[in-house]
Antibody, heavy 122, light 108 residues
């Protein structure tokens, strides 16, 4: 059974940093691209960042470029999101999601974690 | 950027057929994916590549696409189908995945 468990969400002040983690199990982690997505409670879904199986193809939504860094450790079956210079509009529930494509990313998300909440407020 | 437009809400009686639309420029040239999200839960993929169904998703859920509209069809609607539904595809201009705004399906 595929399981994705996010952690690291917290309440922080604007301008501070936070690192999210996602522990994956139930599938061969290094066969798949992985993604972070976010959702403001009560609002829609937004893709944030994606990383392919060996970390040589990484991309971000424009609003986080230069501030967020996605990474993965295939030896630990883990995905990370380093979030710097946090802003009020980064406040959301952050989901880790598995890509639906084997090796080559297809950019749809066939399994999601339950999310971790990031609150940005002074 | 590529914009996906969904109606904010739809309603349907139990046992009837729900059709949730997703508008986008020449969307029938794109792979469209659909997610179901119930309150307090993570999204679940219900249709991928416009018309394929992941394992475990009932045959009542199907997807189609024509022209500028993609459609998620749910036949024999049940109370448990009440949820938000989001379409998603790839924005070739922005070079990233993009979602529609979501449709809240109410089962009367």
């Amino acid at each position: 059974e595929v399981q994705l468990v996010e952690s690291g969400g917290a309440s922080v002040q604007p301008g501070r940093s936070l690192r999210l983690s996602c522990a994956a199990s139930g599938f061969t982690f290094d066969d798949y691209a992985m993604h972070w997505l976010r959702q403001v409670p009560g609002k829609g879904l937004e893709w944030v960042a994606g990383i392919n199986w060996n970390s040589d193809n990484i991309n971000y939504v424009d609003s986080v470029k230069g501030r967020f860094t996605i990474s993965r450790d295939n030896t630990k079956n883990s995905l990370y999101l380093q979030m710097n210079s946090l802003r009020a509009d980064d406040m959301a529930l952050y989901y880790c999601a598995k890509d639906g494509g084997l090796i080559n990313p297809l950019y749809y998300f066939d399994f999601w974690g339950q999310g971790t909440l990031v609150t940005v407020s002074s | 950027s590529y914009v996906l437009t969904q109606p904010p809400s739809e309603s349907v009686a139990p046992g009837q057929t729900a059709r949730i639309t997703c508008g986008g420029n020449n969307i029938d040239n794109e792979n469209v994916h659909w997610y179901q999200q119930k309150p307090g839960q993570a999204p679940i993929l219900v249709v991928y590549d416009s018309s394929d169904r992941p394992s475990g998703i009932p045959e009542r859920f199907s997807g189609s696409s024509s022209g500028n509209t993609a459609t998620l069809t749910i036949t024999r609607v049940e109370a448990g189908d009440e949820a938000g539904y989001y379409c998603q595809t790839w924005d070739g201009t922005g070079d990233h995945p993009v979602f529609g705004g979501g449709t809240k399906l109410t089962v009367l």
